[in-house]
């Protein structure tokens, strides 16, 4: 299957299998659920809409798709009050998610994939979120290095791999692991307009950078002795995120910042789910960095004077804007793992009752199980 080139389109439409009858449970899923009620989440750094508008275009072509879709749906909002809560009728659609998907072709690499993203992710929010994940991104993986150009062939690849990207750093950021996933940019964002593609690029350039700064940090590259490689790694990721910061698009940038008094976190409103991920992510890997700041860096003077070079600082945005964060649309695991990364930082009691408080109301709005947080939360500052 070397070179195949992974195909959605008029012309190359899906191997699919015949349509079967949806049972009674299956209805009520799909009834029940909402069409935007998950795909605003996956689509939060695609104005796009791949998933909201192309996927569902696979669905109609393809049971594999569709039940894997249903799937996810069904098992990521498990929790919320406003859909069905019937294990039976979870249990029933995800059953037959994987009966499809063990049918299809081997030679049908595009729903192969389509179908295994989904799945992986699926099987991430299904337990507690932030515990151990053991996963295996191979087969996925494969599916994309099989592929000559997957991101310019394939219109859901791109949204695919930046999906399968935050999910993985929700897991890299809460185990304190560097990604499992190979780092990619892909430069082919499909048929977007001109503002979606800036919007889209703006966000996977931040992913793609707290990537790499979890996998220099967690990495164990500091235990390899090479010091000044190290030091060279580190001030060029500074630099870089600086860069990004000074440049990300209008539509990137908050249309509310105002600083906090005393204790209190500053107040950081954001008016796209994008912006606001691209700029929670840049906080969080600039965390990452002053907080292993190589014990021979040498601050340049301009670095000094500077609040972006405080840790303290970045990590009372990212809970600043995690405070503001009240859009099920807006949340994705990668920001909820960052959340609880910054607030461990936190010290004082009031805080501590301030993010315990939203931690648990993330979990209601969202449907996502949050207990390991909350346990994590209350151990790392001890006081509980």
Known sequence: MSGQRINLSPTHPIPSSPRRKFSKSSVIIVTRFPPGLTSAQLDICDLGQAFGVTAPCFAS????????????????????GNCVNDENVRADIVARSRSAVSQI????????????????????LSGELGTPVHLPLDGIVDLLNQCVMPFESHPMATPLYYLMLRFDLSRALADEQPLSLPLWMPLDFGQRSELATRVFHASAQALVLCGRVVNLIYGGVESTGHSESLISQWSGLVEELGSWYSSRPEESKPIVEMDGKGDSFPTVLFTTGAGLLSNQ????????????????FKCVSNYKASSSMSSLWHARRICGIALANDSRGSWDPSL?????????????SAQHQMLLTRLSDIGRLTGWNVNYYWTTLRQEWGAY
């Open 105 to 124: 072709p081997e030679q049908d690499v595009s729903t192969n994939l389509l179908c295994g993203v989904l799945t992986w992710c699926r099987e991430i």
């Open 281 to 296: 992510l840049y906080h969080t890997a600039m965390l990452l960095l002053l907080k292993n700041r190589p014990r021979t």
């Open 61 to 80: 072509a393809s049971d594999a798709t569709l039940y894997s879709l249903l799937a996810f749906t069904a098992v990521s909002s498990q929790h919320l």
């Open 336 to 348: 909820l793992a960052s959340f609880v990364t910054a607030a461990k930082g936190m010290t004082h």
